[in-house]
Structures are given as C-alpha cells and as structure tokens.
C-alpha cells in the first residue's frame, strides 16, 4: 500500500509538472513610445456624433457683442465722484455767495466731502450752490444721438419724493 502512495505522488508530481510548466522569462519587446497614461485619448480616436448634441457644450449661444471697454480707473476724493452718484447730504449758506459749501456723501466713502462753487466732480463741476438746490455744469461731451441734451442738472437739497 506504500508502494500505490509513493507511485501516486510521484504520479501526480510528474503531471503537475507537465500540466504547470514553469514560465521562463521572455525579454519584453521595447516600444518605441512610452505608455499613454490611463485616461488619455488616443491619437486616432474620433468621436462619431450621429446627430447627438455635446452634453457639455451650452446649447444656448451667447451673444457676441462688441466687449466693453473697461471703465477708467477714477481719482480719489472728490474728482473720482460721478454726479450720478453724488448725494446732497447738505447746505451751508452765508451772505456772500462765494463761502456756500454743499455736503455730498457718494457710496464708498468714508467721509462726506464738502465742496465750493467751481470744484471738480469726475463728470462736472459745481456751477451754484443756493439754498435749496446746487447746479452742476457737465463736463463730458453730449451723447451723440443727442447733442442738444440738457448740459447742466440741478439737485434739490430735499428732494420730494419721486424727485
């Protein structure tokens, strides 16, 4: 019975062998460019859309307008605010004309400014300070559709509302 166990296992050795053969190393063939990395396209692939839309393309077009010129930088105090912009926060008036001040507060200011008949906005200049208005004379070139356009703009003190 010894002898069937042996001649068995040598048996069953000898056809692993045969079944299993050990693989002999094989130089590996050397390729003329290096490995694409993984998610990359190769170079002959194209995309056959069959009348399919891109997912991520907007369908939506934007328009194509002239871009716009980026607004200059403004100075700083009183010369970098527009009359757009100005609020009258108020009036200080004295008998001679020349010493009225008006008190305008612009957004993104720290502190009001105070200015005099003849300062200069960014866009104007103080053309009269009265009591309950304050003239501004523009300075930038009437629109060209409309070169009769008012040249000057007078703000109330306390404007009603609507105004």
């Given at each position: 019975m010894r002898r069937v166990l042996v001649f068995s296992a040598v048996l069953a050795f000898g056809a692993s062998l045969a079944v299993f053969p050990q693989a002999q190393s094989q130089p590996t063939p050397a390729s003329p460019e290096d490995p694409l990395p993984v998610l990359t396209v190769p170079k002959d692939f194209r995309y056959n859309a069959r009348g399919r839309r891109d997912p991520f393309v907007n369908p939506v077009p934007k328009p194509k307008g002239i871009a716009a010129a980026p607004a200059p930088l403004r100075p700083p105090g009183l010369k970098g605010v527009a009359v757009r912009e100005a609020l009258i926060a108020g009036v200080v008036t004295s008998k001679v004309p020349s010493m009225n001040v008006v008190i305008i507060s612009a957004p993104g200011a720290k502190a009001p400014y105070f200015a005099h008949v003849g300062d200069q906005l960014y866009d104007a200049v103080v053309k009269s300070i009265?009591?309950?208005?304050?003239?501004?004379?523009?300075?930038?070139?009437?629109?060209?559709?409309?070169?009769?356009?008012?040249?000057?703009?007078v703000r109330k003190v306390r404007p009603k509302s609507g105004e």
């Open positions: 009265k009591l309950d208005t304050v003239t501004f004379a523009l300075t930038t070139p009437p629109p060209a559709d409309d070169p009769k356009a008012p040249r000057e703009i």
